[in-house]
């Protein structure tokens, strides 16, 4: 089983930037889609968005759309997460998931990372 360590997490002012990254430590990922999903607190994890193994698709959750973009790097065994204009909401532990599709549901990825925090003040 993969093992995916997040990192690139920091305190933001709105309007700015950060990117995140997701290594594989163990294992591969040029196979598989990958996920990201975010947790704010008290809040249920939500789909942020994917990309397919291959880097030519992605899909994005709507309150990211055009702000946020995904990539990937599949010699680096690495997959970024590009976050601009950010806003208080965005402020969340951010997770990468490896998974068989680009779904939006959590129960579609089989392996995670322990998460970076991001934090966007206003």
């Known amino acids: 089983q993969v093992r995916l360590v997040e990192s690139g997490g920091g305190l933001v002012q709105a309007g700015g930037s950060l990117k995140l990254s997701c290594a594989a430590s163990?294992?591969?990922?040029?196979?598989?889609?990958m996920g990201w999903f975010r947790q704010a607190p008290g809040k249920e994890r939500a789909f942020v968005g994917a990309?397919?193994?291959?880097?030519?698709?992605?899909r994005y959750a709507d309150s990211v759309k055009g702000r946020f973009t995904i990539s990937r790097d599949n010699v680096k065994n690495t997959v970024y997460l590009q976050m601009n204009s950010l806003k208080p909401e965005d402020t969340a532990v951010y997770y990468c998931?490896?998974?068989?599709?680009?779904?939006?549901?959590?129960?579609?990825?089989?392996?995670w990372g322990q998460g970076t925090q991001v934090t966007v003040s206003s």
């Open positions: 998931a490896q998974g068989m599709s680009r779904s939006h549901y959590v129960s579609s990825y089989s392996s």
């Open positions: 990309i397919s193994w291959s880097g030519g698709s992605t």
């Open positions: 163990e294992g591969t990922i040029d196979s598989y889609a």
